[in-house]
């Protein structure tokens, strides 16, 4: 019995809905398992047809972020919070998983801290913002998922996170993932979402990392790109806090969690692979 | 110490934030607080700039209720269980309450049966509604909103429900919230909205039923029109239930609980009253 914390991701021809088959067959089989989500494309979709499309941030570095105001995070909560999760765990119900679906601000499960002044590459310039209702998830509350976990319920957690002010922050859902695999003392963490893993070369297919070591690390940081970015770092903060094996895989098909279990995608581990 | 329910309605001009502050000084004053709220007027709106806009069915009895079909409920969970409770977790956890918003969905807190045929007036004539996702509370998993509350949480709950099949389905919140009164042996159910309680002639605001015992239920009954049909139902559900006092009055203003607690609006009691 392993303890498993599987991110789905929320990008464009991701339904997590069709990953909850093979999550009822994890928790049949007697698996602790909390589930992560995201749900970026639905955001998008909405805040078009709301008349607030989406912004990015693309941090110096090219880290790339939801430009979160006020009203950004009232539509995200929407997308995130209500429809994603909601029908997500309606599904997993359907199929007798007991699911109860939480964003991280609820019950206080993702603390974080708010960024203070975001730097931001626009048309070439580096401009601040400082409203922005974005930060990063500093502790989460262990003893509350287990608290779930021992009633029978399976988390099905999203973003927002909340401040200690109780402020809600938009956090990366997979660094909150990692966070929370950190402090559940997970055996394996999956990072599912619409690409295949890391590939060595963006434009070459053939050129997925398929298993990296702590060693190999600087190599899956300088190849990934955009939010790929983000996975990368949030498997080595996984594996630096003890987790000891992260996968970055594809959450698409019938057998996406097993075909990630089993080493399809970029496979992360700490110290030396066999 | 008492256990109280509060349900707050969704109605236009309601905004359960403006409530925070009291329900914050209840749970420092120790009572055990479970918080209800709507989000009708929420989704109506957000129903319109969709293009989905909402429709009402009435029954022949007069009940009116939303109709829910596939995409009113994706709707309806985009604006109860994102917009409006996520923005009221975040007030009351600004405020130090250690809110935890769900679903009835979630965790199986509420679970119902889903109406098979709905009678329907439609100009004049009856039609019936098969495919509509709405129902009406069965159970109420108190161990569940206990195990939440000792551990410290304060369960802010809100439609959509579940079936024991865990297909999600509308249900009234009012009604709900008496339910939830019944489980949770509640010493008080306060139904908060934009009006002031029942009145016996809908065209006089003077005519206020302030005090209503068992006996006089069928007066309230009679008197009621339109969604307080629903609001008298679930009174007198609680009341049935075991709970001996039961407030239908106004959510606004700062002292809107403070009121209702000392008697504004149409106190329902179980028994003959003093």
Same sequence: chains 1, 2.
């Avoid at 999550?23 to 970026?40: P, T, W």
């Avoid at 996170?161 to 695999?181: K, L, M, P, S, Y």
């Amino acid at each position: 019995m392993s303890t498993i914390i599987i991110k789905i991701g929320g990008g464009r021809g991701i339904d997590p809905r069709d990953n909850a088959q093979e999550i009822a067959r994890l928790i049949s089989d007697g698996h602790r398992v909390v589930i992560v989500h995201g749900g970026s494309h639905e955001t998008n979709e909405l805040a078009e047809v709301l008349g607030h499309p989406a912004q990015t941030i693309v941090s110096p570095s090219g880290h790339e972020s939801r430009r979160t105001d006020r009203r950004t995070m009232a539509i995200f909560m929407m997308s995130y919070c209500g429809k994603v999760n909601k029908t997500l765990v309606e599904s997993l119900r359907s199929l007798d998983v007991n699911a109860v679906g939480l964003s991280g601000l609820d019950a206080g499960i993702w603390i974080g801290t708010r960024k203070g002044a975001i730097r931001s590459i626009e048309e070439g310039r580096t401009v601040i913002i400082r409203d922005d209702l974005s930060g990063r998830v500093d502790s989460v509350d262990a003893d509350f998922l287990n608290t779930l976990l021992d009633a029978g319920r399976v988390p099905v957690l999203t973003p927002p996170a909340g401040t200690a002010d109780g402020i809600a922050i938009n956090v990366d859902a997979d660094r909150a993932a990692a966070a929370t695999a950190a402090v559940m003392n997970a055996d394996e963490l999956l990072l599912l979402s619409n690409v295949r893993g890391v590939l060595r070369d963006p434009s070459d297919p053939g050129s997925l990392l398929t298993e990296v070591s702590m060693q190999d690390f600087t190599i899956a940081e300088e190849s990934a790109q955009g939010r790929m970015k983000n996975k990368v770092l949030a498997a080595r903060e996984a594996l630096e806090a003890g987790v000891s094996r992260v996968v970055i895989g594809s959450a698409s098909g019938p057998d996406a969690i097993a075909n990630a279990r089993s080493g399809s995608g970029s496979v992360f581990t700490n110290g030396v692979y066999a």
